[in-house]
């Protein structure tokens, strides 16, 4: 089992729709949790940090699960700006103990 | 404020070549780290540092050296290139307090 999965979707989805991905993580020990995104051959930028009591900044949520060790961004009113890959980034106590799932693609069509 | 910058962009070796991927901050971090991506997989940590004259062994740092003799720079070696070596690195450094991780561009590689 990987230690960080991500359905690597593709997510077709028309403008305004709102749109949810999850993220498990395997070891009970992982302290920070993080959202990037990453457009076609670019960098991965940070989108939101994911906070215990849970996030919004803007139109992106972010919730942290820790009983059942699942993260999750949720997507209100896409815009076809928000097409990219959105990896799940798990980091462990101290040291670099970092792990990013492999990703999930989203397109956003007119 | 440049951010983290890398270089070169691109780069093809031929197998058992070797080479540097410089990476540099100016945002006075002191955390840098260096990660390859293969497709349909994550990112996967090579090498970090905690600080100049700091580093330490990611999860796949076979065939790589580190070094960190200033705050700002941090660049990669490779010792003798091969194929599978193939993959985009990315720099990346974070202030240590959010362990927010910022990256550069990135260096597409090919070993042939």
């Known amino acids: 089992r990987k230690e960080v999965e991500q359905d690597p979707g593709p997510f077709n989805v028309p403008e305004g729709a709102t749109v949810a991905f999850n993220c498990t993580y395997s070891?009970?020990?992982?302290?920070?949790f993080f959202w990037y995104r990453q457009d076609c051959r670019k960098e991965p930028k940070l989108l939101m940090s994911?906070?215990?009591s849970g996030n919004e900044d803007g139109r992106f949520t972010a919730q942290l699960n820790r009983a059942s060790q699942y993260i999750s961004l949720l997507i209100r009113d896409s815009k076809l700006s928000d097409s990219a890959t959105y990896l799940c980034v798990v980091r462990g106590t101290g040291g670099f103990k970092t792990i990013f799932g492999a990703g999930t693609r989203l397109f956003v069509k007119a | 404020n440049a951010g983290v910058t890398q270089t070169p962009k691109f780069q093809v070796l031929k197998t058992g070549q070797s080479m540097t991927l410089q990476c540099a901050q100016d945002m006075n971090h002191e955390y840098m780290s260096w990660y390859r991506q293969d497709p349909g997989m994550g990112l996967r940590l090579i090498h970090y540092?905690?600080?100049?004259?700091?580093?330490d062994q990611g999860e796949v740092p076979n065939g790589y050296n580190v070094s960190r003799s200033t705050t700002e720079d941090f660049p990669l070696r490779l010792l003798s290139a091969a194929p599978s070596q193939t993959s985009v690195y990315f720099c990346?450094?974070?202030?240590?307090?959010?362990?927010?991780?910022?990256f550069g561009p990135g260096t597409r590689l090919t070993v042939t």
């Open positions: 070891n009970s020990a992982s302290q920070s």
């Open positions: 990346a450094s974070e202030s240590g307090t959010r362990r927010e991780q910022y």
């Open positions: 540092s905690v600080g100049a004259g700091i580093t």
């Open positions: 994911v906070y215990s």
